[in-house]
């Protein structure tokens, strides 16, 4: 199973980027998907999941109103979309799935992991 982040780069406050999440080696209809971000010496942090249906659920805090999460099964993708963006969102994005609910509903745990794409957003 490998799961592809791209999308990331150097944006100015104010500005959007959308990022994609690529999968393959399982069948991604069966993935729920999430979103994690982790800033420069932080924790990592959950915004959201998208679920089999393209549902939203768990839209974090910091990000409701200005990010939104989707996903193309027939390409295989999950995407992060990002406006408004300020500084406090520069941060290595993770998308990650599981076809388990339990564990990624309420556990908020996911088996598979992209492997991050780097967001820089400037002043």
């Known amino acids: 199973v490998q799961l592809q982040a791209s999308g990331g780069g150097l944006v100015q406050a104010g500005g959007s980027l959308r990022l994609s999440c690529a999968t393959s080696?399982?069948?991604?209809?069966?993935?729920?998907m999430a979103w994690f971000r982790q800033p420069p010496g932080k924790e990592r942090e959950f915004l959201g999941i998208?679920?089999?249906?393209?549902?939203?659920?768990d839209l974090a805090d910091s990000v409701r109103g200005r990010f939104t999460i989707s996903r193309d099964n027939v390409k295989s993708t999950s995407y992060l979309q990002m406006n408004a963006l300020n500084p406090e969102d520069t941060a290595v994005y993770y998308c990650?799935?599981?076809?388990?609910?339990?564990?990624?509903?309420?556990?908020?745990?996911?088996?598979?992991w992209g492997q991050g794409t780097l967001v820089t957003v400037s002043s």
């Open positions: 998208v679920d089999w249906n393209g549902g939203i659920r």
């Open positions: 990650a799935g599981d076809a388990n609910d339990y564990s990624a509903y309420v556990l908020k745990e996911f088996i598979h």
């Open positions: 080696g399982v069948n991604f209809a069966s993935l729920i």
